[in-house]
């Protein structure tokens, strides 16, 4: 079973940047031949939300709110997801999770809804100050 790692969260100010990580544990690698992945976050009170998507084809996804700041990326030969936050919002401020959805490719399903995805990791805190 894959088990997924995120670090790179942290404290910043209003206007910082930072970059989450997350990496795909096992020892065959990744070893769907297609798959899904994503990032989400949860504030407290709040229900965990969608921020983006991408599959192995590199197609992508965002949620309106981090449109233009957020970017999402793969290095598949480092089993990695990567989330660049740029111009970062207090209403940023949340743990940060990594899911993955195996055996298909995102397509045209709902990419920025928790049920989607099978695996998750253990999150990461963001806090950002104003």
């Known amino acids: 079973q894959v088990q997924l790692v995120e670090s790179g969260g942290g404290s910043v100010q209003a206007g910082g940047s930072l970059r989450l990580s997350c990496v795909a544990s096992a020892a065959s690698a990744f070893p769907y031949s297609k798959y899904c992945m994503g990032w989400f976050r949860q504030a407290p009170g709040k229900e965990r939300e969608g921020v983006a998507s991408m599959g192995r084809d590199a197609r992508i996804r965002y949620a309106d709110p981090v449109k233009g700041r957020f970017t999402i990326s793969q290095d598949i030969a480092k089993n990695t997801l990567y989330l660049t936050m740029n111009s970062l919002e207090p209403e940023d401020t949340a743990m940060y999770f990594c899911?993955?959805?195996?055996?298909?490719?995102?397509?045209?399903?709902?990419?920025?809804?928790?049920?989607?995805?099978?695996?998750w990791g253990q999150g990461t805190q963001v806090t950002v100050s104003s």
């Open positions: 899911a993955a959805r195996p055996y298909g490719d995102c397509g045209s399903g709902p990419v920025l809804s928790s049920g989607f995805y099978t695996i």
